[in-house]
């Protein structure tokens, strides 16, 4: 079951290709991609944040993430996600630049957060109570009434079972996740903030969370998560913010930020030959080997054109992929050194 | 808030330990002064007892031999702790995403942490009054001066336990030095070993420079320097302005670090 609903997810974003409809306006991905005019959750305005001297882990970051979005904030590890995360939640201070929740101002504590679910650089419990008690301790710290916490249902995604009434310390790293995960779903929130929320996780565990995600996301709960896996925010979220660097490299929906990037994966009979071929046509940009076959970067140029030029040249084609996948868009626009 | 910082303290096998330690503490010093036979008490400045006319003595001892060292502890131990222990365990950030000022955060850990230490430091005088009773029976006091021919000082027993009231909640009044300054350290290093270190650090060094004779313009600005001024409360002529200066000097250790404290929490960047 769970399998399948993922390998769904994978499906979306090639049938988006399909349809050629990049901005999602094809009925099957209505969910996954809200409308643009979508009331705004988070604005990051020109935030730059700034350690000791001359540490930059932000750099003059905008991004926008509307009510209903699961947004990927994506980079490789020191790219600034976490830094961008804490700022938001008002656990540090920016050194310039403005963050608003729900159109409020962020200041440390303030009353939004009470809208908002979060985990952030792994779980962090108080060890020598248990994972309910802990789950309580936390949602009362907000001053709110227990009733409200929806505290079964967050355990129930949790899946600790009985384990819920141990203490934490007795928790493996995978069991303390999920808690922190059942902590930020506590009383429902409206936006989620999950820094890499599928860390140290077993692969089918990855799959439940993110099977879960998806259903919340389903209900109407905005969803901001950082990962460095392409993979996952490929299969996750409807939308990405691509920083590398502290830097905003890109950002759009899942499908305009691969689209941004075309290539495609050839084999043919004689490698070699098909890619002093290649090399030399018109809306391509390079051509590099990749055994058995060959990656072509598209600049202009169709695969069709390709395939056209191949068997022109009595050269025999085997076969032809897309290759739009959001690592390659990645890999361009972080340059592959720092990766 | 409150009511959430005492269920995560109160449940700590640290907690615990150190309540044990002070109960355990004077109960030894009672037992030693039975076995001993010792008829004339130490104690610190200017007290002299013979231990053995009534329990309340030990009561006081048990005060006196603590509030150099057992008691500073205590206090270092429970107010250097709350934050560094939630940043040591990932929890603070979780605590500081909560709609929740952070003022209110820290004034709620620090109230309790002071309201445990409080806790764990009377038991020392209680177990050591009600271990003396135990040996020695409830008496009136008869106390004398260090020069022989100063007059008697005899004080009822509800007297002297009233004094022993006064003297203990003017050593945990004087802890306020401790508090500030173990919770500043425990806020900007988020390292409950610094802070403890700290509080109990500031002790020791103002105790050794206390006792240089050289350097007797600034012992009274020393915190310790009117630690055992409640002494006063049971020696014939004793005055009270040690123990008012003390309890200024206690203020103005405690208060301005706990306001520098506040001030950092609320600026920090919270990176744990």
Redesign the interface.
């Known amino acids: 079951m769970a399998i399948r609903v993922a390998e769904s997810v994978v499906a979306a974003p090639s049938r988006e290709e399909a349809g050629g409809l990049p901005d999602g306006g094809n009925g099957a991905d209505h969910r996954r991609l809200p409308a643009m005019d979508a009331p705004v959750v988070i604005e990051v305005t020109d935030l730059t944040k700034r350690f000791g001297a001359g540490v930059v882990a932000v750099d003059d970051l905008s991004f926008t993430v509307r009510r209903g979005q699961v947004v990927g904030l994506l980079g490789p590890n020191g790219a600034g996600k976490t830094t961008t995360l804490r700022a938001l939640l008002g656990l540090i201070r920016p050194t310039s630049g403005t963050m608003a929740i729900f159109g409020e101002t962020i200041r440390p504590g303030i009353a939004v957060l009470s809208r908002v679910g979060a985990l952030v650089e792994g779980p962090g419990f108080v060890p020598h109570l248990s994972g309910r008690r802990n789950l309580e301790l936390y949602w009362r710290a907000g001053g709110r009434a227990l009733s409200n916490a929806h505290l079964e249902h967050s355990l129930d995604i949790s899946g600790l079972g009985p384990a819920a009434d141990r203490k934490v310390k007795t928790y493996s790293h995978g069991m303390r996740q999920r808690l922190g995960f059942a902590q930020a779903l506590l009383g429902k929130p409206e936006l989620l903030v999950l820094d890499e929320p599928v860390n140290g996780l077993d692969p089918r565990q990855i799959v439940e969370v993110r099977e879960s995600l998806l259903g919340i996301a389903a209900s109407g709960t905005t969803i901001l998560l950082s990962s460095h896996l392409l993979s996952e925010v490929e299969q996750t979220c409807s939308h990405v913010v691509v920083v590398h660097r502290g830097r905003l490299m890109q950002a759009g929906t899942v499908a305009e930020v691969t689209a941004s990037v075309a290539s495609a994966y050839l084999e043919v009979d004689d490698p070699n030959a098909a890619a002093a071929l290649l090399a030399g046509l018109p809306g391509v940009q390079s051509v590099e080997p990749s055994p058995p076959g060959i990656v072509v970067q598209l600049d202009g140029a169709e695969r069709s054109d390709l395939v056209a030029a191949l068997v022109g040249a009595g050269l025999r084609v085997d076969t032809v992929t897309p290759r739009r996948s959001l690592e390659d868009a990645f890999l361009e626009l972080v340059g592959e050194h720092s990766v | 808030?409150i009511?959430?910082e005492f269920?995560?303290q109160i449940?700590?096998?640290r907690t615990w330990v150190v309540a044990a330690i002070c109960v355990i503490i004077p109960f030894l010093i009672g037992l030693g002064f039975e076995l001993g036979g010792n008829k004339n008490g130490g104690g610190g400045d200017g007290l002299n007892f013979v231990t053995h006319q009534s329990g309340i003595v030990i009561g006081v001892f048990a005060l006196s031999f603590s509030s150099v060292l057992l008691i500073p502890i205590v206090f270092a131990i429970f107010t250097g702790e709350p934050i560094a222990s939630?940043a040591r365990?990932?929890?603070?950030?979780?605590?500081?995403?909560?709609?929740?000022?952070?003022p209110?955060?820290l004034a709620s850990k620090l109230s309790v942490s002071v309201v445990l230490a409080v806790a764990a430091a009377v038991l020392i005088p209680i177990t050591g009054t009600i271990v003396g009773i135990g040996f020695f029976g409830l008496h009136p006091i008869h106390t004398f001066g260090i020069s022989s021919g100063s007059p008697i000082l005899t004080l009822s027993v509800g007297g002297s336990l009233a004094r022993l009231l006064l003297a203990t909640a003017y050593t945990l009044f004087s802890m306020l030095s401790v508090v500030g300054v173990a919770t500043l350290v425990g806020v900007a290093t988020e390292n409950a070993l610094a802070a403890m270190a700290s509080g109990i650090g500031l002790y020791i060094v103002s105790a050794i420079l206390d006792a240089l004779p050289g350097l007797s313009r600034i012992h009274p600005l020393l915190p310790v320097h009117y630690l055992e001024a409640w002494t006063h409360l049971f020696v014939p002529g004793g005055s009270l302005e040690g123990m008012g200066r003390g309890a200024i000097s206690a203020a103005i250790w405690g208060v301005v670090p706990l306001v520098l404290a506040f001030r950092l929490f609320?600026?920090k960047?919270?990176?744990c």
Not at chain 2, 89 to 102: E, N, Q
């Open positions: 808030m009511a959430v269920a995560k449940r700590r096998v939630e365990w990932g929890s603070l950030r979780y605590l500081l995403i909560r709609p929740v000022a952070r209110k955060v609320q600026r960047d919270v990176l």
